[in-house]
């Protein structure tokens, strides 16, 4: 499903994979990149632990991401966080 929606918006013509995000991805990607854990994160958002492991796990292959320092890194360039 990710794949799919990734290949749709490359077919758009979106540039920058931010763009690519939902709005609760962006929620959670600046909760993660601010040094919240995934349980945290569910508290927080009123969520189920397995959702905002989903959540993670479609930020991390949407934006082409495989560490949790590479997604601080990310959300700092992007100005999600400072």
Do not use: C, P, W
């Given at each position: 499903?990710?794949?799919?929606?990734?290949?749709?918006?490359?077919?758009?013509?979106?540039?920058d994979?931010?763009?690519?995000l939902?709005?609760?991805?962006?929620?959670v990607?600046?909760?993660?990149?601010?040094?919240?854990?995934?349980?945290?994160?569910?508290?927080?958002?009123?969520?189920?632990?397995?959702?905002?492991?989903?959540?993670?796990?479609?930020?991390?292959?949407?934006?082409?991401?495989?560490?949790g320092?590479?997604?601080?890194?990310?959300?700092?360039?992007?100005?999600?966080?400072?």
């Amino acid at each position: 499903l990710v794949e799919d929606y990734m290949r749709q918006m490359q077919e758009r013509q979106v540039e920058d994979s931010y763009e690519l995000l939902t709005t609760r991805e962006r929620e959670v990607l600046q909760l993660l990149a601010e040094g919240k854990n995934n349980k945290d994160v569910a508290n927080l958002l009123n969520l189920s632990l397995y959702t905002v492991e989903t959540h993670r796990s479609n930020i991390f292959q949407k934006l082409n991401l495989h560490s949790g320092a590479e997604l601080i890194l990310y959300a700092i360039r992007k100005g999600v966080i400072s």
